[in-house]
Nanobody, 115 residues
Framework: QVHLEEFGGGLVQPGGSLRLSCAAAGGSVSIATMGWYRQAPGKQRELVAQITSGGSTNYVDSAKGRFTITRDRGENTVYLQMDSLKPEDTAVYYC?????????WGRGTQVTVAS
């Protein structure tokens, strides 16, 4: 069983920045494909950013150039640096861990972008 816990959400003004953290316990973020997803009210959950065990990254078009996903093997944590935030980035952000047949989710952290 892998436990994921997200940190770093909050209220930020448009144009501001936040850094989300996902701490993993019971599994190594180094061997898994780690992802950040988000779900806004009334919308489906969508993939925002992903990093594979080999270090390849992938972003949703709306996040390219603004968000950066990174991984700290020593801390067993994955980060999502979010810059130039927009109101449409408002959502609950979830951390995801996939390794083979295993697929785990965190409980999510709320990000609200508003004046």
């Amino acid at each position: 069983q892998v436990h994921l816990e997200e940190f770093g959400g909050g209220l930020v003004q448009p144009g501001g920045s936040l850094r989300l953290s996902c701490a993993a316990a019971g599994g190594s973020v180094s061997i898994a494909t780690m992802g950040w997803y988000r779900q806004a009210p009334g919308k489906q959950r969508e993939l925002v950013a992903q990093i594979t065990s080999g270090g390849s990254t992938n972003y949703v078009d709306s996040a390219k150039g603004r968000f950066t996903i990174t991984r700290d093997r020593g801390e067993n944590t994955v980060y999502l640096q979010m810059d130039s935030l927009k109101p449409e980035d408002t959502a609950v952000y979830y951390c995801n861990y996939v390794f083979g047949q295993y697929n785990y989710w965190g409980r999510g952290t709320q990000v609200t972008v508003a004046s």
